[in-house]
């Protein structure tokens, strides 16, 4: 496990890290999310904080108050001036057809890296995570708060049944559920029993005590 650094941040497994290209953070849940990711990207990415534009975007109802984050770089190599995380959709400038984004200068060796960004919430934690090359979905689940709310009807793929014997295996199940929808950009639009975890490229990160964190990759 990595060393944390700080009580208000968490790095990513040190196991995960070298072979996904994420990195993972902890944040006070009263932290600026857009603050948190555009900081965040800022230090993967190699440039500086006022540099990175951050929002959201929702690929049901196009609206931008909401929805999946993108991290925009100012100024990227290529010349493109929007970076979204995996299947963000959108309108405005030019991105990549895959719906991920072109990180900008210092990212990784590639003159090209792709950015992926995800966030989530739960108790008192935010968490943002950033991914050079692909795509990233994560989720953090307080264990008990998923045990207290556990259906296993509205969750559990019909291969699933004899996975979620004990708590901590039920809020790993949400948990990357979540992280699955958050990476293919549906959300719960997908009822999670459609979603087979096994199908997926899904990791498990530390995480604080009581907590689990579920890390959804694309395929680079």
């Known amino acids: 496990m990595a060393s944390r650094r700080h009580p208000a941040e968490l790095e990513e497994r040190e196991d995960l890290a070298p072979r996904s290209g994420a990195d993972l953070r902890l944040h006070p849940v009263t932290a600026d999310a857009d603050r948190a990711l555009a900081h965040h990207v800022a230090d993967v990415v190699g440039v500086q904080p006022d540099e990175i534009r951050v929002g959201r975007h929702c690929p049901a109802c196009g609206a931008v108050s909401h929805g999946r984050p993108w991290a925009r770089v100012e100024g990227t190599a290529d010349g493109s001036t929007e ?34 960004v995800s966030l989530s919430r739960s108790g008192p934690h935010l968490l943002t995570a950033v991914r050079v090359g692909g795509g990233i979905g994560v989720d953090l689940e307080e264990i008990a708060a998923v045990d207290r ?55 498990e990160a530390e995480a604080p005590d009581g907590f689990v964190i579920l890390v959804a990759l694309s395929q680079s």
Do not use: F, I
Request: glycine share 14%; with cysteine; proline share 8%.
């Open 83 to 116: 970076a979204r995380g995996r299947a963000d959709g959108g309108t405005g400038a030019p991105c990549r057809t895959d719906g991920r984004a072109t990180a900008g200068r210092g990212a990784a060796t590639s003159p090209h890296p792709v950015l992926g």
């Open 149 to 203: 709310g556990w259906n296993p009807a509205l969750v559990l793929h019909p291969a699933e049944a004899v996975q979620n014997r004990t708590a901590e295996d039920r809020a790993r199940l949400w948990a990357g559920k979540e992280a699955v929808l958050k990476l293919l950009g549906t959300g719960l639009r997908t009822p999670m029993p459609e979603v087979r975890l096994a199908e997926h490229d899904l990791r």
